[in-house]
């Protein structure tokens, strides 16, 4: 890899990391407080239904 490559990337996935933040952020603003919860509870229990399929 070039000097150059080396220095662009972490620069390119800090900008694109930085613009996604930046649209959930906005996507969140977005939502009612009732969306949120329902949109937390259904990762709860989706986080519940993997981990059961874990367990040995």
């Known amino acids: 890899m070039t000097e150059a490559v080396r220095r662009?990337?972490?620069e390119t996935r800090r900008a694109r990391q930085r613009a996604a933040a930046q649209?959930?952020?906005?996507?969140?603003?977005?939502r009612s407080p009732e969306q949120v919860e329902a949109d937390r509870l259904l990762i709860e229990s989706?986080?519940?239904?993997?981990?059961?399929?874990?367990e040995w």
């Open 23 to 30: 649209a959930y952020g906005e996507f969140l603003r977005r």
């Open 8 to 10: 662009v990337l972490p």
């Open 46 to 54: 989706s986080n519940d239904i993997a981990l059961r399929g874990t």
